[in-house]
């Protein structure tokens, strides 16, 4: 040992001081600015956004067609939306999807849309505006188009978020389509 270098006095914690620094500092940073990685976390202090099926409620016989809006609704401005569906298809048939022309602005959804029938699962329904313009209010995003296979109601309930020109993600958000046969 050299002379006047400070020694740890017996029984010092003084590895663990600095592991705690290190996860106290780690865990300052996500709450600030996200997680570690850089991807943005949903922002607590954002403006509310809500999602919707329109319409929220489907009378048609068995064999019938009806199309369905997945539509948000917010104050802030909206770049990018990134949505899941499911239904039950014993009981609805998945026939196609399409982006909604008041949130799309070149013609398509992100292409990595994946429908698995089998499951009744739509999942990635991804769209961006591209260029300067966001958007905000209330605007549809996607179109979906089902068909009713039995008289029993069953539902068809979308979730997912939406993301300001920043990055940032609303918090999770869920609507719900109810289809019966016929009419009420």
């Known amino acids: 040992m050299k002379r006047g270098t400070p020694q740890p006095k017996r029984g010092s914690n003084r590895g663990l001081d600095k592991r705690l620094v290190g996860l106290l500092f780690a865990l300052v940073a996500t709450q600030i600015g996200g997680v570690c990685d850089g991807t943005p976390m949903p922002d607590p202090g954002a403006a509310a956004a809500t999602l919707k099926c329109a319409p929220t409620n489907v009378y048609k016989a068995p064999g019938a067609t009806f199309t369905i809006a ?54 990635d329904i991804r769209d961006s505006r591209h260029g300067p313009t966001s958007l905000s209010g209330k605007k549809k995003v996607a179109s979906i188009q089902f068909r009713v296979e039995t008289s029993q109601p069953s539902t068809i309930v979308a979730t997912g978020q939406v993301a300001d020109p920043q990055g940032v993600r609303s918090a999770g958000l869920t609507a719900t389509c109810y289809v019966s046969a016929g009419q009420i």
């Open 70 to 123: 997945l539509q948000f609704d917010t104050a802030a401005q909206v770049q990018a939306v990134d949505l899941d569906v499911k239904y039950d298809p014993a009981h609805i048939k998945f026939l196609s999807i399409g982006p909604h022309p008041e949130f799309d602005d070149d013609g398509q959804l992100f292409p990595s849309v994946v429908v698995d029938e089998s499951a009744g699962k739509i999942r």
